[in-house]
């Protein structure tokens, strides 16, 4: 769940710091105030995309942090942008990616913004709805293993197919082209070893001063071991002043103590300087084989590089078609048996995936109408619809060989047709509700939401404007629905429907004031008397009345009062095969929330 979250710098928001509780937290203000920048704040850190315009202006960069609980475990997530559009995330202090970013905090929260509400018109969103419902990853991940393994096959296939129909020219252009790398004798690398060209570099610019190498070499080896005035001979004055100065000052004894390992590297540095002045090739022909090696190589990376490493692999590739030209048939059929091979285990677990699909599916039609009935949509139909055939080998992917789409009719008496062309935007909003109510309370593991509050460690869930195309009786069970899901999840929820937020454990507002030519955006934490002013500003606007703060007050208390047994009323539990599989696997907690 999240924890505490601080922003800064962010759009019209200068700072603002905020402390979320377990169970129904909503955010409500005038339209414009900066409610849904709350949201994008939490995408930010949730891995989402970062842009120059997120900086307010005249700041530099915007901060996003916050503390996520989950496990019992506590993390701090920042997120950094400049007024450049850069980004840099920070997990515990330490820089991370924001890859990394929707890893980890995806565990802990879920964003369901306003473009949900397009998403789940989307057909090919359906697909992964019901695998989230009906806990199908097992099923999933080995769909998607063996259609990159059929992938590989298919495409390894079609390139040696499209060898064999070149003919001879590809295979002399295969052998010539392996000859001339052949020919270069490239060499392969030992651990820690450089590129030949980069030390044939280097061996150049010493061949290039070899002789003020020499000269360097030879004048210090004399100066450590051979001049009369040598450092190496005059030491033993030195270390004899030493040891009279340690016997009167200890601080000296350390230096004392080092005089052998000192006089052991000066005499290696002197024979290597010897060494290396004496092997020293300086002839003519010499530089001119480097030269030649070198400009042979930069020959061998324009045409097979751009670099050693490229050529070496190229080498590698032709070694392996060359082969292939000369074993053909034998080729042939290795890699015919390894297609037929991947494709049969691709369709096998595809096959295995889209049965589970079908059988999950008239489950979640059933689930999705009861609780779309509780959302007072009570003679709603809905189905999911396969394709009759599966798709064509050109369309398959790690998806799958399905293709699927959810059809509804609202209204008695009407067909059923595909979401996308039956539902207003209240209604959207409730199917949407109803749908991730569905799938977060089954891939959690909840199985009852009974008790209040849930656990610290519970999962969040945000939902922006959920409640867009609603009012009156329905925001009031859209209301008791979210209070019901606050009961396993922590909800965050930005509405302008007074009947939702009456239903909050924890209300802050949000407000937009101009100060000192400038716009800001605060947000506070209402107390009692602070949330009957701002329900009474959502029920009355500007004129407030008495009657309307009654009003106010009277909304609060009822939903206080009736919203625990009401919400224990609505249903959150899991499909009845993963209810069996929880109750083997794991003890029952009151709540439903695990830690």
């Not at 052998?260 to 084989?289: C, M, N, T, V, W």
């Not at 067909?415 to 996308?420: E, S």
């Not at 396993?488 to 937009?512: G, N, S, W």
């Amino acid at each position: 769940m999240l924890r505490f979250l601080r922003i800064k710098h962010l759009a019209v928001i200068d700072s603002v710091e905020l402390e979320f509780d377990a169970g129904l937290n909503v955010l409500t203000g005038e339209t414009g105030a900066g409610k849904s920048i709350l949201v994008e704040a939490v995408g930010l850190l949730l891995g989402g995309r970062a842009s120059a315009e997120l900086v307010r202006t005249g700041e530099d960069t915007a901060a996003v942090e916050a503390i996520f609980e989950s496990g019992g475990e506590e993390r701090l997530i920042r997120r950094e942008v400049t007024g450049q559009g850069r980004s840099r995330a920070y997990l515990n202090g330490e820089l991370t990616t924001a890859a990394a970013l929707r890893e980890l905090a995806g565990g802990s929260i879920e964003l369901h913004g306003q473009h949900e509400h397009q998403t789940l018109l989307d057909p090919s969103t359906h697909l992964s709805t019901l695998e989230m419902f009906g806990g199908l990853e097992t099923l999933a991940a080995p769909t998607r293993e063996t259609f990159e393994a059929y992938r590989a096959a298919a495409d390894a296939l079609s390139r040696f197919r499209q060898l064999a129909a070149e003919g001879g020219a590809r295979q002399e252009l295969a052998a010539f082209q392996l000859a001339e790398l052949e020919k270069a004798g490239l060499k392969s690398l030992l651990p820690g070893e450089s590129e030949e060209d980069l030390a044939l570099l280097a061996a150049r610019q010493v061949l290039a001063s070899a002789e003020r190498v020499e000269r360097l070499c030879a004048e210090g080896y004399a100066s450590l071991y051979e001049s009369d005035a040598a450092v190496l001979s005059g030491l033993g004055a030195v270390w004899k002043r030493v040891g009279e100065l340690a016997a009167i000052d200890p601080r000296f004894q350390p230096y004392l103590d080092a005089r052998d390992s000192i006089k052991s590297q000066l005499e290696d540095l002197a024979h290597f300087l010897r060494r290396y002045g004496d092997g020293i090739d300086a002839s003519p022909a010499r530089l001119q084989q480097v030269e030649e090696r070198l400009a042979l190589l930069e020959r061998i990376k324009r045409k097979y590089g751009p670099t050693l490493a490229d050529a070496r692999a190229r080498r590698d590739a032709l070694r392996r078609e060359v082969s292939d030209f000369h074993n053909q048939d034998e080729r042939q059929a290795e890699l015919d048996r390894a297609y037929t091979a991947g494709r049969a285990a691709y369709l096998g677990a595809a096959g295995t995936l889209g049965k589970a699909r079908r059988r999950i599916a008239v489950e979640f039609a059933r689930r999705l109408e009861q609780q779309l009935a509780e959302l007072a949509m009570e003679r709603t139909r809905f189905e999911v619809r396969f394709a009759a055939e599966p798709l064509p080998d050109a369309l398959w992917t790690a998806a799958g060989t399905d293709q699927a789409e959810f059809f509804l009719s609202p209204n008695p008496g009407e067909d059923l047709r595909p979401l996308a062309r039956i539902v207003s935007g209240g209604e959207l909003s409730r199917v949407m509700l109803a749908i991730k109510t569905l799938t977060a309370s089954a891939r959690r593991g909840f199985t009852e939401a009974g008790d209040r509050p849930p656990s610290a460690s519970a999962p969040g869930l945000i939902f922006d404007e959920v409640d867009a195309g609603i009012g009156g009786r329905v925001a009031d069970i859209v209301g008791r629905k979210l209070r019901a899901l606050g009961s396993a999840f922590q909800v965050l929820c930005i509405t302008h429907q007074p009947q939702i937020a009456a239903y909050a454990d924890t209300q802050f507002q949000i407000e937009k004031h101009v100060d000192r030519g400038r716009t800001k955006t605060t947000v506070r934490r209402l107390d009692p008397p602070g949330r009957v002013e701002e329900l009474s500003r959502m029920l009355g606007g500007a004129a407030i009345t008495d009657g309307i703060r009654r009003s106010a007050r009277e909304m609060l208390e009822e939903r206080r009062g009736g919203g625990e047994s009401e919400s224990r009323g609505l249903s959150l539990s899991p499909p009845a095969s993963k209810q069996r599989t929880q109750r083997e696997q794991r003890p029952q907690r009151r709540g439903g929330a695990e830690d």
